[in-house]
């Protein structure tokens, strides 16, 4: 197999991979990241609360339910760290994984902490606690996302540009096959 055939393919399975994630409608990050989330955070508010566990719902000192709906998992954010992983070319497979393991490992932590933060503030009865679920919601899965993104950039010193990469080596594969056919016609 020569180096253009390998590269087209790494495109074809790259974003074959990342279509079957979102088909799924997510559902494959739900399965796999709500047990990690749900089981984490329980035992985490366990430490320092009378607690219990009912299917989704952690019961904080018999009064207080925090249910981990799939918005609280965050699989969409998981799911925006496959594809901005899987968008960039020239990545070799174990390294490829390896900064997929650490993306969402980070974000895991980083969402059981926010799990903490905001469950501290409901049992506490706290003014802030709509506010700050809200912010947590909608700015901070952005920045967290952005976040863990750049850290992988900078630490694996990645130079490929999501998606533009590989759009502008199709671009140039397509502008180079129409003056190579240009030239065998003017022959």
Request: hydrophobic share 50%; no cysteine.
């Given at each position: 197999m020569n180096k253009l055939e390998e590269k087209l393919g790494s495109i074809f399975i790259r974003y074959f991979l990342m279509?079957?994630?979102?088909?799924?409608?997510?559902?494959?990050?739900?399965?796999?990241?709500?047990?990690?989330?749900?089981?984490?955070?329980y035992f985490l508010l366990d430490l320092f609360f009378n607690t219990s566990l009912s299917g989704i719902v952690i019961l904080i000192n018999g009064i207080f339910p925090i249910e981990i709906i799939e918005s609280c998992v965050a699989s969409s954010a998981y799911y925006l760290l496959f594809i901005l992983n899987l968008s960039i070319p020239?990545?070799?497979?174990?390294?490829r994984l390896t900064i997929l393991g650490e993306s969402f490992l980070i974000l895991l932590?980083?969402?059981?902490?926010?799990i903490f933060f905001l469950s501290l503030l409901y049992i506490s009865g706290s003014n802030l606690f709509d506010f700050s679920h809200r912010v947590f919601w909608y700015l901070s899965n952005i920045i967290f996302i952005a976040g863990i993104w750049f850290i992988m950039v900078k630490h694996y010193k990645l130079k490929?540009?999501?998606?533009?990469?590989?759009?502008k080596f199709l671009f140039n594969l397509l502008k180079s096959s129409k003056k190579s056919k240009s030239s065998k016609k003017n022959k």
């Open positions: 279509i079957l994630g979102g088909l799924s409608g997510l559902a494959i990050f739900s399965i796999v990241f709500t047990p990690l989330t749900l089981y984490p955070s020239n990545i070799k497979i174990k390294k932590i980083v969402n059981l902490l926010r490929e540009i999501p998606f533009y990469t590989d759009v």
